[in-house]
């Protein structure tokens, strides 16, 4: 097998839609019918992962064209809340290269994307409204000051929060290492705020080298363990898992070809606060709960405070991504400087048991449920709620 997930070597592992038996289930009505895997015809019947394609052969021509701008159609009543952008969306348009969209975020504020290549999901605005959640609806925490995004791809979750808390946060920082994505994420951020440099920016790097405190990636003196919240969404699949996607970038945000949540939950452990009130927040995909749980308590020696399970529409069975809410254990003030020995919140001299730095202690924790879509496909009010919070037109909801 190749080295390189995008030379066009096939990869030997098995198809991951039907785990090689070469056919998949289908379900009409109440009958469930057997029919040939869609993955699997593409790998001409090998029960394997398809052969990858030549990435190094030209994009076609439908792609390599000005891209398009896609703005928000919300009711004449709508009026984009937040900060204003420094520049319209049409202003924005004028700045696209060969490839490039720009598309409504939240409020006023766009985004650079890809015409065919990777974009912000679901996923990536769950993970933005859960952390913001923690200071508004859902929490009483201090309003955060500082953010990093890690892992942060073209800037959508770094975004949505420096939109929200545009009037406290002084520092927002994005981590990335596709040049490409860090380029696009960059000129998100100039087209968005009137003066970013001073607050906001992207920086290039590999999460690895700052999971194993080897890199430049942070200031050792001023930015080690300084960030009060730190977001992070993951690849979901080990790359034997699965089919690498060829589409420019996507196959680095779904597959663990730089690490996966392992090197997320490191990477945290050395950019988050050493307070009470700091927080970590990441998505994971729903099969990997144990493991998730696992790299945070073990790897970043943190808490789970509370677990998110979102799932698509309406009776599905299994959700379709977790969110994880974790932070440190109560410290006190001297422990805010120095890995010392904490005490709970009430000052008693009693030792918090397996603390992080001995290891945490793996008590139950709260898991809460959200839910996209109703069964007739309009989103449910608790996600519509998750839209508006980031800056989203109000939509039909069930």
């Not at 493991?291 to 509370?306: C, D, G, T, V």
């Amino acid at each position: 097998m190749s080295s390189n997930p995008y030379s066009s070597d096939a990869t030997t592992a098995l198809c991951w839609k039907c785990k090689g038996s070469g056919v998949k289930l289908k379900r009409t009505k109440k009958t469930l019918h057997a029919i040939p895997c869609g993955v699997c015809v593409a790998a001409s019947g090998s029960k394997a992962a398809a052969p990858l394609n030549d990435t190094t052969k030209p994009l076609p021509s439908r792609v390599l064209r000005r891209g398009f701008v896609r703005p928000f159609n919300p009711s004449q009543t709508w009026a984009p809340p937040g900060p204003a952008a420094a520049a319209s969306i049409d202003q924005a348009g004028a700045l696209l290269a060969d490839g490039e969209m720009v598309t409504a975020l939240c409020g006023s504020w766009v985004i650079f994307q890809l015409v065919q290549g990777h974009r912000y999901t679901t996923d990536d605005l769950s993970t933005a409204a859960i952390a913001i959640q923690l200071y508004t609806t859902r929490g009483n925490l201090p309003r955060p000051q500082s953010h990093i995004d890690i892992g942060c791809g073209l800037g959508s979750v770094l975004s949505f929060v420096r939109w929200y808390f545009d009037d406290s946060l002084l520092k927002s920082v994005g981590i990335e290492a596709q040049l490409k994505h860090v380029e696009l994420a960059r000129k998100t951020i100039s087209i968005n705020m009137k003066e970013p440099s001073l607050v906001s920016e992207v920086r290039h790097g590999d999460l690895r080298e700052l999971a194993s405190n080897e890199s430049g990636l942070l200031n050792a003196e001023t930015e080690f363990q300084s960030f009060d919240l730190v977001t992070g969404t993951p690849p979901y699949f080990p790359v034997p898992n699965g089919v690498v996607p060829t589409v420019q970038g996507r196959g680095y945000c779904s597959f663990e070809m730089r690490g996966g949540v392992e090197t997320y939950c490191l990477a945290a452990r050395q950019c988050l606060r050493r307070t009470s009130d700091a927080r970590f927040v990441f998505v994971q995909t729903a099969i990997e709960v144990k493991r998730s749980e696992e790299a945070i308590w073990s790897l970043a020696q943190m808490r789970i405070l509370e677990r998110v399970d979102f799932y698509g529409v309406d009776g599905k069975k299994d959700p379709l991504f977790v969110i994880f809410v974790c932070g440190w254990e109560s410290v006190s003030k001297e422990q805010q400087e120095s890995d010392g020995e904490t005490v709970p919140h009430d000052g008693s001299e009693k030792r918090v048991k397996d603390f992080a730095w001995d290891g945490v202690s793996r008590e139950e924790y709260g898991v809460r449920r959200i839910t996209v879509r109703d069964k007739d496909g309009r989103y449910t009010r608790e996600y519509h709620d998750l839209l508006v919070l980031v800056g989203k037109p109000p939509v039909l909801v069930a």
